[in-house]
Nanobody, 124 residues
Framework: QVQLVESGGGLVQAGGSLRLSCAAS????????MGWFRQAPGKEREFVGA???????YYTDSVKGRFTISRDYAKNTVYLQMNSLKPEDTAVYYC??????????????????WGQGTQVTVSS
């Protein structure tokens, strides 16, 4: 059974940092793109960024320069380093895997595996 499990969420003050992890099991995702999305209350799930199989990255404009995605092939894990956090970054963060080859997709439909999400709350 394929699972993506996020961890590392929590409560942080504005300007602080968090690192989210997404550990995959049941299948290796080393050949596939992985994405991060977030969903705030009452809003649609939105794209945060993605990393390709060969570590190319792509971010939405609102997090460029603050968030960094990386991956550890040996651990089958993807990370989202979030710096200079703002209250508007508050959301449930989800990791996703793309095994169908859409590359650095920015849409929910581009990913076929999803984690359960981890809450990130940024206080002002």
């Amino acid at each position: 059974q394929v699972q993506l499990v996020e961890s590392g969420g929590g409560l942080v003050q504005a300007g602080g940092s968090l690192r989210l992890s997404c550990a995959a099991s049941g299948r290796t995702f080393s050949r596939y793109a992985m994405g991060w999305f977030r969903q705030a209350p009452g809003k649609e799930r939105e794209f945060v960024g993605a990393i390709s199989w060969n570590t190319a990255t792509y971010y939405t404009d609102s997090v460029k320069g603050r968030f960094t995605i990386s991956r550890d092939y040996a651990k089958n894990t993807v990370y989202l380093q979030m710096n200079s956090l703002k209250p508007e970054d508050t959301a449930v963060y989800y990791c996703a895997g793309d095994t169908r080859g859409y590359g650095l997709g920015g849409a929910v439909r581009d990913y076929d595996y999803w984690g359960q999400g981890t809450q990130v709350t940024v206080s002002s």
